[in-house]
């Protein structure tokens, strides 16, 4: 009779989801809420809300930085607002830019008794439904007083729009006196990509001609601010061809349009205290830049750094941002561009597109970050980097297909990076097939340099986070109500369970030479709370059509071994937790076995 011995199930660190369970042995194929910590798979930090005051919206574009006096401030734009918390967050500032103001017509207000929807007269007013609009300085009309911003529930005619008040009208009157004053923020953004639409998309003859076509592949992109600070004070763009906005955090109030400056769809500061504007004055390929001495003075000459620069590789370009001292990334929608300073007022910036071969580009504004010297970001089909040459992430291919496979392309405009400082990884969190808003990620350690993937689902769910540094570890997210989030505080998600797992491929037992009895499973943990759910699976051969047996169990802590009665040449190994304060630190899984006999 053969003695029974002790076998160490031999794991990388890591997940491979490439290959089959069987072709996988010895590697994890799955997790969620795991990362590996000098090569030993643990769970993430769980998260904690603040006490901040919900910004509005659903923000896509968070930016957090110091003013002069070194008080903290976080900018947020959404496809409504762009707005400013204080460093305690407990004071929101509405910076959202004023497209147009004054005073309206007499007696602009139309009520009905016993209805709060008002009528509001403002010849060629040009809102939209859903716009923020804000009135001021009007006499009660019909038994209300209209004061403060309202949203535009509908738009009557060119003329004419109606508003929600907080109480019913009393009576059916027009009036409000001659001294109503307004002011109406920019229109809404797009809260999700759509496709389709826009004058002239589709096959030429389709339906009729002047209006908006609904059939075409054209997307219409969410919206999404680029957000960066000029010393202590903000620029914004919007990526639907924008205005440049400025935010004077002296002198506060709402941003405002910088004088002279192209519209465009993305904008950053380099270190040379630079303005680039990229799709700059409505071409999609044009990058235009400011003096470094006057934001104003947008006209390249030799006395002065302005650029107007016409890229070429690309349908349009995507996003940009500062890689080093002097040195910065542009990408397009096919490739990546370096500008590099040239210290002179003659070209001002060197571009070199920096790709070697196709699919270099960026499937979306906000799926990059930068750590380092290093530039990280994901393709339309990939995970790039650029470190002073542009290749591929390592060991990508042992996650690609799962992730591209499962993505929602449409929506990819959402996908959003992030740097934990803390523990040196880089995150993407995308919208999977069936989701319209990020709720997988995919993540990879820069000190491990391996991969872990997992799900962000309901309360999870993140639209953005505050920009980080390897300098500033506090890890903010904003779910898509505008609430925030500290990351990597305790074990759970915000008071409620943070459930984890971690799948292995199959093992074999004692080199799948014979079927082996195992008897024991002693797992080696070197951080353990709370009840962890086991399941062994094991199979005779790797092709057979149903398991040879399933074994589960539960491991306590502080437990040395768990006896079990199960056989197979093959086996896989599932852990799970579940409960409030589950947490784990797994070292080494040996099994108790006695080898069987050839079958």
Not at 49 to 76: E, F, K, M, Q
Not at 238 to 246: A, G, H, P, V
Request: glycine share 10%; net charge negative; hydrophobic share 35%.
């Amino acid at each position: 009779m053969a003695e029974p011995r002790k076998v160490t199930i031999q794991l990388q660190p890591g997940v491979l989801t490439s290959q089959s369970e069987y072709a996988s042995p010895g590697r994890y194929i799955d997790m969620d809420q795991v990362r590996f910590n000098e090569g030993l798979p643990e769970k993430m930090g769980g998260n904690l809300a603040t006490d901040w005051l919900a910004v509005t919206g659903t923000p896509r574009s968070a930016l957090s930085w110091l003013d002069n006096s070194s008080n903290r401030r976080i900018a947020t734009g959404s496809a409504e607002k762009l707005e400013v918390l204080n460093d305690d967050g407990d004071t929101l500032t509405d910076i959202t830019p004023v497209r147009d103001s004054g005073t309206l017509a007499a007696d602009p207000i139309t009520t009905v008794s016993g209805s709060a929807v008002v009528s509001m007269e403002h010849t060629a007013h040009a809102v939209e439904q859903g716009d923020y609009v804000t009135f001021g300085g009007a006499d009660a009309a019909g038994g209300i007083t209209i004061d403060g911003e309202y949203v535009v529930l509908d738009v009557t005619d060119a003329n004419n729009f109606t508003i929600t008040h907080s109480s019913a009208a009393t009576s059916s009157v027009t009036g409000g006196g001659s001294s109503v004053t307004y002011s109406y923020a920019i229109s809404n953004g797009d809260v999700d990509t759509t496709a389709g639409g826009g004058w002239g998309v589709g096959p030429f003859g389709e339906e009729t001609f002047g209006t908006e076509r609904t059939v075409g592949t054209k997307l219409q992109l969410a919206t999404r601010w680029s957000l960066d600070n000029y010393g202590e004070d903000l620029i914004a763009m919007r990526n639907d061809t924008s205005s440049l906005y400025y935010h004077d955090v002296s002198v506060g109030g709402r941003a405002a349009p910088v004088s002279n400056a192209p519209t465009g769809t993305w904008a950053f500061v380099t270190t040379e205290r630079v303005i680039m504007v990229l799709g700059a004055g409505g071409d999609p390929m044009r990058v235009r830049s400011c003096d470094d001495n006057d934001i104003t003075d947008w006209t390249p000459a030799i006395s002065n750094k302005s650029i107007n620069r016409l890229l070429n590789t690309g349908s349009r370009l995507v996003c940009g941002a500062i890689l080093g001292q002097g040195i910065n990334v542009v990408w397009s929608d096919t490739t990546v561009y370096v500008a590099q300073f040239a210290n002179n007022n003659t070209t001002v910036y060197n571009f070199r597109n920096a790709a070697r071969g196709d699919d270099y580009g960026i499937i979306g504004s906000g799926a990059f970050v930068m750590v380092g010297s290093a530039a990280y970001w994901m393709s339309s089909t990939d995970f790039k980097m650029y470190a002073g040459s542009p290749g591929r992430m390592p060991k990508v291919d042992d996650i690609r297909n799962y992730v591209f496979d499962d993505m929602n392309i449409t929506q990819a405009q959402k996908i959003s990076c992030r740097y934990d400082p803390i523990h040196h990884e880089i995150f993407w969190e995308y919208p999977s097939l069936n989701s319209n808003e990020n709720d997988r990620y995919a993540m990879f350690s820069l000190d491990e340099g391996l991969w872990s993937i997992g799900k962000i689902e309901g309360t999870l769910q993140r639209s953005c986070f505050a920009t980080q540094t390897e300098q500033t570890s506090i890890i903010i997210g904003f779910d898509p109500d505008g609430d925030s989030f500290q990351h990597e505080v305790g074990v759970d998600n915000n008071g409620a369970a943070l459930p984890w797992y971690i799948e292995t491929g199959f093992s074999d037992v004692d080199e799948g030479n014979v079927t082996s009895d195992i008897f024991a499973v002693i797992p080696d943990f070197k951080r353990h709370s709370g009840d962890i759910a086991l399941t062994l699976t094991s199979y005779d051969y790797a092709t057979d059509a149903a398991a040879q047996e399933t074994y589960e169990d539960t491991i306590s802590e502080n437990i040395g071994k768990l006896d079990t009665r199960m056989t197979g040449r093959q086996i896989k190994i599932r852990m799970a937790g579940s409960a409030i304060g589950s947490d784990f630190r797994l070292g080494r899984i040996r099994l108790g076995v006695v080898a069987g006999g050839e079958r």
